[in-house]
């Protein structure tokens, strides 16, 4: 048993807190006279359970352990789904790197063992070898991560460079060109492709003001980052990949870079699945990835009632339009009326068909992530194997803590995928190439069609002048 003022250090928490949640039942404890007793075990479930406690650096340079290739340095490692698939691949991850309390928990609980750090911007490169127990003379044979893409998504401002997550991505890619690994990989959203190198607000443009400059144009900040690598002697390839193709059960696109000191250009990642391609497996679904989920206390949010009510109206694979005309807008309201295709509104998943994307809240109304036939949305363990987390990988913190951060993740799959190809580039492996495969519904996706895109809007944005 431990007492208020010790539980309060641990969770750090103020000792009137601590009482308070000890009378509100959520810390269960034991009154002991006009104090209270509470057990260690139970400052430690809610602990995992809260955003409570402070998560210190794991400092394990003075434990150096003995270094194993290839190596990699997994940097904004989030729930790390990237690096799960990394390691099913051969890799041997020697230090991660996080700035959430949430995410560094869940990195800890399942990797007590493994060097962790926070800001990137406050370590210099030495000092990040140092914490991962190497030094100049080791070869580091992988830097992976996905810097912030908040500032670049098209959902929100788009501020790019100039938002502060966009300049701890050039920060990362300061760290690739001083640390030099053989190969480098840069994970994004899609709105990479098209983001500018400086934003300029819609408000500020067109007549009245003046014309756009060059860093102002679409596809800016990729360009940067290019020419940045290029100039430093890296080979770039990239492609806009949907996870399907790689065997995850949901419909996933992420841009990644991958980047090789060697300066050739690296092939794009080997596919397994296809939805209509023969040569390789169908894509995986739903009903196959959660299907001895059955027995599994699930944990998740509720949906409104008046919500509910429409759910109780559709099937799997539904969604608002399936509702009479007259049900539609009185569903909707004022949303109905709004442009796009609004096809997250009351969206029941199909069984037999990859999921779509994951957010990282399944009940916002505009996004909403329902079960196929039960009236809830999606649980954290049914996530966990849309994501294709291990079962046992705890993802700590709150609800919807565990909501965003796997929603946020790299699907394992995908993370397999890039590591085996990586892999199989260090051990100087022949790699199949699919010129004609379709990684992604979008077109302009890969470094080749992009820079003929983007230097054809350079060249008429020169003669425009």
Same mark, same amino acid.
């Given at each position: 048993?431990?007492d ?9 928490l ?5 009482r308070?949640?000890?009378r ?6 034991e ?9 260690g075990?139970?400052?430690s479930?809610y602990?995992?359970?809260?955003s ?5 650096d ?6 150096r ?5 290839p190596?990699?340095?997994?940097l ?14 051969? &890799?041997? @991850?020697h230090?991660a ?6 995410? #560094? ?5 399942n990797?007590? +063992? $493994? ?9 210099t490169?030495?000092?990040i ?6 030094s ?5 044979d ?9 500032? &670049?998504s @098209?959902?929100?401002k788009r501020?790019?460079?100039?938002d502060? #997550? ?5 920060k990362y890619? +300061? $760290?690739i060109?001083d ?9 994004n959203?899609r709105g990479?492709l098209?983001?500018?190198?400086k ?7 067109g007549?009245g003001?003046?014309?756009l ?13 290019i020419?940045?690598l290029?100039?430093a002697?890296?080979g770039v390839?990239?492609?806009?990949y949907n996870a399907a193709?790689f ?10 870079l991958?980047c090789?000191?060697?300066g050739k250009?690296?092939?794009y ?6 939805a ?12 196959k990835?959660?299907?001895d989920l059955k027995d599994v ?8 009632e008046?919500?509910l009510?429409?759910?109780?109206m ?8 399936s509702?009479?005309e ?6 909707l ?5 709004s442009?796009?295709?609004k096809?997250g509104f ?10 779509p994307t ?5 009940a916002?109304?505009?996004?909403d992530l329902?079960h196929?036939?039960?009236?809830r949305?999606l ?7 849309l ?5 046992d990988?705890?993802?700590e913190?709150?609800?919807l803590e565990?909501?965003k ?6 699907p394992v799959s995908?993370g ?5 190809l990586i892999?199989?580039?260090?051990e100087?492996?022949?790699i199949p190439?699919?010129p ?5 519904r979008?077109k ?9 895109d ?5 060249s008429?944005?020169s003669?425009?002048?």
């Amino acid at each position: 048993m431990i007492d208020i003022k010790e539980a309060s250090k641990k969770l750090s928490l103020t000792p009137q807190q601590v009482r308070n949640l000890c009378r509100e039942g959520k810390i269960k404890a034991e009154k002991i006279g006009s104090s209270w007793g509470i057990e260690g075990e139970e400052i430690s479930r809610y602990y995992s359970e809260s955003s409570c406690g402070i998560v210190a650096d794991q400092e394990l340079a003075l434990y150096r352990k003995k270094v194993k290739h290839p190596l990699v340095l997994s940097l904004f490692s989030g729930a790390m789904g990237l690096d799960i698939g990394l390691e099913k691949a051969g &890799f041997h @991850t020697h230090l991660a790197s996080e700035i959430n309390t949430a995410c #560094r928990k869940t990195i800890l609980k399942n990797k007590p +063992d $493994l060097a962790l750090i926070g800001d990137i911007r406050l370590y210099t490169p030495d000092q990040i070898l140092e914490q991962a127990g190497l030094s100049r003379a080791d070869e580091v044979d992988l830097i992976a991560g996905g810097p912030p893409c908040q500032a &670049f998504s @098209t959902a929100g401002k788009r501020r790019g460079f100039e938002d502060e #997550r966009g300049n701890v991505f050039l920060k990362y890619i +300061d $760290l690739i060109l001083d640390l030099k690994p053989k190969y480098a990989v840069i994970e994004n959203v899609r709105g990479l492709l098209s983001a500018p190198l400086k934003h300029r607000p819609h408000n500020q443009r067109g007549e009245g003001f003046p014309s756009l400059e060059v860093d102002e144009l679409k596809g800016g900040a990729l360009f940067h980052i290019i020419s940045r690598l290029e100039n430093a002697g890296y080979g770039v390839s990239f492609n806009l990949y949907n996870a399907a193709n790689f065997g995850t059960p949901q419909k996933r696109e992420r841009v990644i870079l991958i980047c090789s000191r060697n300066g050739k250009k690296p092939p794009y990642l080997i596919p397994t699945h296809s939805a209509t391609n023969t040569d390789f497996e169908s894509w995986n679904t739903f009903r196959k990835a959660t299907k001895d989920l059955k027995d599994v206390k699930h944990h998740f949010v509720k949906f409104p009632e008046k919500r509910l009510r429409y759910y109780r109206m559709l099937s799997a694979g539904q969604n608002w339009r399936s509702l009479s005309e007259e049900l539609q807008k009185e569903a909707l309201g004022a949303s109905y009326y709004s442009g796009g295709g609004k096809t997250g509104f009351l969206r029941r998943l199909a069984w037999d068909k990859p999921a779509p994307t994951l957010v990282t809240h399944p009940a916002m109304p505009a996004t909403d992530l329902a079960h196929p036939s039960e009236d809830r949305p999606l649980s954290i363990e049914e996530y966990k194997r849309l994501q294709e987390f291990p079962d046992d990988w705890k993802i700590e913190g709150t609800l919807l803590e565990q909501y965003k951060q796997v929603g946020n993740a790299v699907p394992v799959s995908l993370g397999y995928a890039v590591g085996k190809l990586i892999k199989m580039l260090l051990e100087g492996k022949s790699i199949p190439q699919y010129p004609d495969f379709k990684y992604s519904r979008y077109k302009i996706t890969n470094e080749e069609t992009w820079l003929k895109d983007f230097e054809k809007n350079v060249s008429e944005f020169s003669l425009a002048q």
